[in-house]
């Protein structure tokens, strides 16, 4: 599995310290966009803001997020890439950017942008809101076999990972639940809460304020484990679903970046992530640390598009 590949590298590349960075030369652009194409309080408008409270004091320089939104994604990626390459814009990559270009025709594909790393294993969990009868995922599944067609289910975009595992296990189960897609997960939150929806799927981080606020429960995840964070939750597997799904955060930009910027940003980030203040909040979040540069996130991504490839022609989404 691809996961478990990622694990193995990324013990095998310690994370440097911040002294380390400061001997680097200054970083050429000031401020720095990050463009995602998730809504504000959605996972990547999230994982970016929070990354960038930790960024600017280790790399020096002010950092923008832009929310630019269509197209699933497609908007955002064609943004980044007829950006200069001088390292002054980034995207927030995840596997929405690998099947929007699958799925249909973009501008730019994901092949038109240079991964520069990948940072996070970003789990992926089933919830409800607190008044729900479902108390965990298989209560929720027996209820839709037992009224096919009666629930209707949230996910992101029409080619995020989140909306591809919903139509999953919609075939797993044979629930024939509408499912109903959104710009990010703070819209489809709002769904959830008011009953709209019977059930929605999104990252730790995304749900953890209506979470601690008691709003919502977890009903499970759907990774090869139980999270640390969460040792009681169980996974769709254990739960008799055989779903998995593997979901990562990283940056890619503009082809044409030189390889000391791209220097720059794995000693940043390597020293971000070795930071303890910095690992208390995505520990918090069940955010996985993988820390791959950009070689290895360049080999990383087109495997990632490969596997998500031959997941959809499984599905009959695309031949």
């Given at each position: 599995m691809l996961s478990r590949r990622v694990a193995l590298s990324a013990a095998l590349l310690p994370l440097l310290p911040a002294p380390?960075?400061?001997?680097?030369?200054?970083y050429p652009v000031n401020p720095v966009t990050l463009v995602t194409h998730s809504s504000p309080g959605g996972g990547?408008?999230?994982?970016?803001?929070?990354?960038?409270?930790?960024?600017?004091?280790?790399?020096?320089?002010?950092?923008?997020?832009?929310?630019?939104?269509?197209?699933?994604?497609?908007?955002?990626?064609?943004?980044?890439?007829?950006?200069?390459?001088?390292?002054?814009?980034?995207?927030?990559?995840?596997?929405?950017?690998?099947?929007?270009?699958?799925?249909?025709?973009?501008?730019?594909?994901?092949?038109?942008?240079?991964?520069?790393?990948?940072?996070?294993?970003?789990?992926?969990?089933i919830y409800t809101r607190s008044q729900s009868p479902f108390q965990n995922l298989k209560d929720a599944m027996e209820a839709a076999r037992a009224n096919p067609g009666r629930q209707r289910w949230g996910a992101a975009n029409p080619a995020s990972l989140e909306r591809i595992a919903m139509e999953r296990?919609?075939?797993?189960?044979?629930?024939?639940?509408?499912?109903?897609?959104?710009?990010?997960?703070?819209?489809?939150?709002?769904?959830?809460?008011?009953?709209?929806?019977?059930?929605?799927?999104?990252?730790?981080?995304?749900?953890?304020?209506?979470?601690?606020?008691?709003?919502?429960?977890?009903?499970?995840?759907?990774?090869?484990?139980?999270?640390?964070?969460?040792?009681?939750?169980?996974?769709?597997?254990?739960?008799?679903?055989?779903?998995?799904?593997?979901?990562?955060?990283?940056?890619?930009?503009?082809?044409?970046?030189?390889?000391?910027?791209?220097?720059?940003?794995?000693?940043a980030l390597r020293a971000v992530l070795a930071a303890p203040a910095y690992r208390e909040v995505y520990t918090k979040e069940a955010l996985v640390p993988v820390m791959l540069g950009r070689d290895q996130a360049r080999s990383f991504t087109s495997q990632a598009a490969q596997e998500i490839a031959s997941a959809l022609r499984e599905m009959g989404v695309v031949r």
């Open positions: 380390a960075l400061r001997a680097q030369a200054r990547s408008d999230v994982f970016l803001r929070e990354l960038v409270k930790h960024l600017q004091p280790v790399m020096g320089i002010g950092f923008a997020v832009e929310n630019v939104r269509g197209g699933s994604g497609a908007a955002a990626v064609a943004r980044v890439a007829r950006s200069a390459p001088n390292g002054g814009t980034f995207y927030a990559t995840t596997p929405t950017y690998i099947q929007t270009s699958l799925l249909s025709r973009p501008e730019v594909a994901w092949d038109g942008l240079d991964p520069m790393a990948i940072v996070f294993l970003d789990p992926e969990v296990l919609n075939r797993l189960t044979g629930a024939r639940a509408a499912i109903v897609s959104h710009e990010g997960g703070a819209d489809l939150m709002i769904g959830v809460l008011n009953g709209t929806f019977d059930i929605g799927i999104g990252e730790i981080q995304e749900v953890r304020s209506q979470l601690d606020a008691g709003r919502i429960r977890l009903l499970g995840t759907v990774t090869e484990n139980r999270l640390p964070e969460f040792p009681e939750l169980q996974t769709a597997r254990e739960q008799g679903i055989d779903l998995v799904v593997t979901k990562f955060r990283g940056l890619a930009g503009p082809k044409g970046i030189p390889d000391d910027i791209a220097a720059q940003w794995e000693s």
